[in-house]
């Protein structure tokens, strides 16, 4: 588990910012439509909900880090 966070977490830091945007915007869909399944029974994946979610705030992350440092 901890391998693969380090994977994700280093995939998204050599994405490009807007590669990053698009990517963020993507998982917000997928959480959209992840919650909405689970909402309407169709999925009991709620540890895939918590993984999205983790993975939204990392590129959030590095978006306002790369902000800040001015890149």
Known sequence: ???V?????K???EM???DLEKELV???????????NG??????N???VREVKKNIARAKTIL???ELSGK
């Open 11 to 13: 995939r998204l830091n």
């Open 26 to 36: 993507e998982l917000k869909s997928e959480l959209f439509k992840l919650r909405f």
């Open 64 to 66: 306002r880090q790369r």
């Open 16 to 18: 490009s910012s807007p």
């Open 5 to 9: 966070k380090l994977k994700n977490s």
């Open 1 to 3: 588990m901890v391998v």
């Open 46 to 48: 709620m540890i895939k």
């Open 39 to 44: 909402v309407t029974g169709g999925t009991d």
